[in-house]
């Protein structure tokens, strides 16, 4: 949940309920991430990590960052990176990559990964594979000994029993917890996501390199059909960008309520969202329909 809509007030919520929050990194100053993370451990003593995109200018200086805030754990995606591995061995700070393959996933545990988040197509933002997370999980299962966490299209308790049955340690879950009253979404862009239909869910093609997954509004059919203007101005904020258009300004217009101009990334089961909750009420949901499937 890139780009401020996972900040301290929901990764803290999250954590003190039990889970790991995660705070979204991508797009922050470095005094903006030192504050988030701050900000989170006066909320929880609970677990508290980052969310960091591996195609980030920044992305080696914000994993210094929270590393030297004590930060939990770093989890990374939007590309691989050998490097990254280093930076937590000196402190022992886990590094979780996420991975679309078997194969990715074993070299991760050679180099040094604590745990990997296995993606699948149902995931939202950023997409390294049109596999299912449900057929991969499996598959990663059988070739690493570290644990495995499937991410993608998990909603609901039930799904979370499901994708424990492939094999898999645990689950993250996204767009579900953007729809939460502690998300930093706005109130327009939790509205749309109550707005979602299946049909809604589309891919376009992000300068980062890779397909991202969205709902369809002006802006994404603009991007769908090459109309979409070009950045005036450019703050060299990935590695490497087409420069169609500006993406970090694009989401968090989208962040903060404009949806028409705004690019809204989401997993391919938003449909299923029909209440905001507070993330408190959302985990003892999820756990009694998980105890509901068992």
Same mark, same amino acid.
């Given at each position: 949940?890139?780009?401020?809509?996972?900040?301290?007030?929901?990764?803290?919520?999250?954590?003190?309920?039990?889970?790991? +929050? @995660?705070?979204? !990194?991508? =797009?922050?100053?470095?005094?903006?991430?030192?504050?988030?993370?701050? *900000? %989170? &451990?006066?909320?929880?003593?609970?677990?508290?990590?980052?969310?960091?995109?591996?195609?980030?200018?920044?992305?080696?200086?914000?994993?210094?960052?929270?590393?030297?805030?004590?930060?939990?754990?770093?989890?990374?995606?939007?590309?691989?990176?050998?490097?990254?591995? +280093? @930076?937590?061995? !000196?402190? =022992?700070?886990?590094?979780?990559?996420?991975?679309?393959?078997?194969? *990715? %996933? &074993?070299?991760?545990?050679?180099?040094?990964?604590?745990?990997?988040?296995?993606?699948?197509?149902?995931?939202?933002?950023?997409?390294?594979?049109?596999?299912?997370?449900?057929?991969?999980?499996?598959?990663?299962?059988?070739?690493?000994?570290?644990?495995?966490?499937?991410?993608?299209?998990?909603?609901? =308790?039930?799904?979370?029993?499901?994708?424990?049955?492939?094999?898999?340690?645990?689950?993250?879950?996204?767009?579900?917890?953007?729809?939460?009253?502690?998300?930093?979404?706005?109130?327009?862009?939790?509205?749309?996501?109550?707005?979602?239909?299946?049909?809604?869910?589309?891919?376009?093609?992000?300068?980062?390199?890779?397909?991202?997954?969205?709902?369809?509004?002006?802006?994404?059919?603009?991007?769908?059909?090459?109309?979409?203007?070009?950045?005036?101005?450019?703050?060299?904020?990935?590695?490497?960008?087409?420069?169609?258009?500006?993406?970090?300004?694009?989401?968090?217009?989208?962040?903060?309520?404009?949806?028409?101009?705004?690019?809204?990334?989401?997993?391919?089961?938003?449909?299923?969202?029909?209440?905001?909750?507070?993330?408190?009420?959302?985990?003892?949901?999820?756990?009694?329909?998980?105890?509901?499937?068992?």
């Amino acid at each position: 949940m890139a780009i401020r809509l996972s900040t301290a007030p929901l990764a803290a919520a999250v954590a003190r309920e039990g889970g790991i +929050g @995660l705070i979204a !990194a991508s =797009g922050m100053t470095v005094e903006e991430l030192r504050n988030e993370i701050r *900000l %989170a &451990r006066s909320l929880t003593d609970g677990i508290v990590g980052i969310n960091i995109m591996v195609a980030a200018s920044s992305f080696a200086v914000m994993i210094k960052t929270a590393i030297d805030e004590g930060i939990d754990l770093v989890v990374a995606g939007a590309g691989f990176s050998r490097d990254m591995f +280093g @930076l937590g061995k !000196a402190t =022992g700070t886990p590094i979780v990559p996420i991975v679309s393959s078997a194969k *990715l %996933a &074993r070299i991760s545990e050679v180099l040094g990964a604590s745990a990997v988040i296995v993606e699948g197509k149902e995931a939202g933002g950023h997409l390294g594979t049109d596999r299912s997370m449900r057929v991969i999980v499996p598959e990663v299962r059988d070739v690493v000994k570290i644990p495995v966490i499937g991410a993608g299209g998990v909603m609901t =308790g039930k799904d979370i029993v499901e994708v424990l049955r492939l094999g898999a340690d645990g689950v993250q879950m996204g767009i579900r917890f953007a729809a939460t009253e502690e998300s930093n979404a706005g109130p327009a862009m939790k509205e749309f996501y109550l707005k979602a239909r299946r049909e809604d869910v589309m891919l376009i093609n992000s300068p980062v390199g890779l397909p991202g997954q969205a709902l369809r509004n002006p802006y994404s059919d603009k991007i769908d059909n090459g109309t979409v203007p070009k950045p005036e101005t450019c703050d060299g904020c990935l590695k490497h960008c087409s420069h169609s258009f500006c993406i970090i300004k694009a989401l968090i217009r989208a962040q903060q309520g404009d949806v028409e101009t705004g690019l809204v990334f989401t997993g391919e089961n938003i449909y299923k969202i029909d209440k905001i909750l507070p993330v408190k009420e959302l985990m003892a949901k999820l756990v009694k329909e998980a105890e509901e499937t068992e």
